[in-house]
């Protein structure tokens, strides 16, 4: 028996529509699903500028206040899909009138704001998560699969980089409806919360918690025109970001992120090096994993050295991670995927009763490492995250 799910999705940018397409397709492609989602209500701050995506996707209805949505009784999950500083009040009012509530990341501009919207849904025993979506391309899946198959052996080395180009001219301004990346009452950071959010979230998933951390962040421009007060004003976030990580395996780790790898849209990439195999992901080339795999010479038994290296996996087969609901082996998926994948296994989590990671406790434990980064950058001393283990 399939139950019905209403949405109210807010925002209609870049997220409103990667989440829009995710509820319409989620029951097609994963028709074992008990909950069919509806797209109830589309929520935005101007409803006529709304009233275009609202019919493309199929919205039933409009709101332009979400505090609207909190009072409807009509509406069941609340998604979050909304700039940065809206994350933490939308998300706790909607947790105690007892909604689901599923959040964008960063999960909130700071850890104080993150640990007061998880105690609100852990209060309100609603289902919860964050949409960390790169956790569900195929190619990362399978890497958590061959770590938590003991393939990779003790962990020496995390490496990771998420590089993007589009804030090198200095006329690009800051602020505004299109561009609150960039204004830090807004963001809440730089590439910290906004790109390297994603490279930790992955880096604690495959190889656990980050426990401490030493940090340099960089803001190459310092002044930019305010699109909202067409004046000047001075830049607030991190432009660039790098540091360094030890885990609570003892491994290392290294991250490095920046708007400003000229040629670089959005390299994302991780390579985690241990005593028995690496793997390593390039977001650029999605459909693919790098895995070397390390053969010990065992007596009696023939090893073929000239045969060793680096095997290159074509995530496409139906035994890799999602890629049995899709198409036949060789066809590809894309990035669009990886939210229909964490929308499914989210309400298949609600299903179960088991709930799906990463959830607002999980997130909050980023928003840590994230805070003491940028802590760190200030200080320049190595700063504990306090990560819960
Ligand atoms: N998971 C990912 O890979 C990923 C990618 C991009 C963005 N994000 C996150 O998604 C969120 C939104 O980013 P985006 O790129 O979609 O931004 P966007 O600027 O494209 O869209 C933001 C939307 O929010 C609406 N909005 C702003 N304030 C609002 C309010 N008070 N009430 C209702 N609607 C409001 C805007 O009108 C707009 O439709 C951010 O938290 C961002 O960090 C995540």
């Known amino acids: 028996m399939t139950k019905p799910l209403n949405v109210a999705m807010i925002g209609y940018g870049f997220m409103g529509k990667a989440h829009s397409n995710a509820y319409r397709k989620v029951a097609q492609f994963f028709p074992e699903l008990e909950y069919r989602p509806t797209l109830k209500c589309l929520c935005a701050r101007n409803e006529e500028k709304a009233r275009p995506f609202a019919e493309t996707w199929g919205y039933e209805s409009i709101e332009s206040d979400w505090r609207r949505l909190i009072e409807r009784d009509d509406i069941d999950l609340i998604d979050i899909g909304s700039p940065n500083d809206t994350h933490k009040d939308i998300a706790i009012a909607a947790a105690e009138a007892g909604k689901w509530v599923v ?3 960063p999960i909130a501009m700071s ?77 809440g950071s730089g590439v910290t ?14 190889n656990g918690p980050i426990v ?16 909202e007060t067409g004046k ?23 991250f490095e992120s920046t708007r400003y790898a000229r040629g670089r ?14 793997v390593h992901f390039d977001l650029e080339d999605p459909q693919y ?3 070397f795999e390390h053969t010990q010479k065992q007596s009696g038994k023939k090893v073929e050295d000239h045969l060793t290296g680096w095997r290159r996996i074509h995530v496409t087969n139906f035994e ?52 003491k980064v940028l802590e760190s950058a200030k200080t320049g001393k190595w700063v504990e995250t306090g990560v819960e283990m």
Not at 157 to 168: E, N
Not at 232 to 254: E, H, Y
Not at 265 to 278: H, I, M, P, Q, V
């Open 320 to 371: 890799h991670p999602y890629m049995d609901k899709w198409w036949v082996p060789g066809c590809t998926v894309g990035y669009e995927h990886t939210f229909i994948h964490a929308l499914a296994d989210f309400l298949q989590g609600v299903t179960s009763g088991t709930g799906t990671q990463p959830d607002f406790r999980n997130a909050w434990q980023t928003q840590k490492v994230c805070d």
């Open 265 to 278: 849209k959005n390299y994302n990439t991780f390579e985690l090096n241990g005593a028995d195999g690496s």
């Open 103 to 105: 959040c964008e990341k």
């Open 193 to 206: 919360g906004d790109l390297l959010a994603h490279s930790i979230d992955t880096a604690m998933w495959l």
């Open 111 to 187: 850890s104080e704001e993150a640990e007061a919207m998880t105690l609100a849904v852990e209060k309100a025993g609603v289902p919860n998560m964050v949409w960390f979506n790169y956790r569900r391309v195929p190619a990362i899946s399978l890497a958590k699969q061959l770590v938590d198959e003991e393939r990779i052996g003790r962990p020496f080395h995390y490496r990771a980089t998420y590089l993007q180009d589009w804030t090198i001219a200095e006329d690009v301004p800051q602020g505004g409806q299109t561009l609150w990346r960039l204004d830090v009452n807004v963001a």
């Open 212 to 227: 401490k951390v030493t940090a340099d962040t960089e803001t190459f421009i310092k002044e930019r025109v305010h699109q």
């Open 232 to 254: 000047k004003q001075p830049v607030g976030i991190d432009d660039a970001c790098m540091f360094l990580a030890r885990f609570s395996n003892g491994s290392m780790g290294t």
């Open 289 to 291: 994993l790098d895995f």
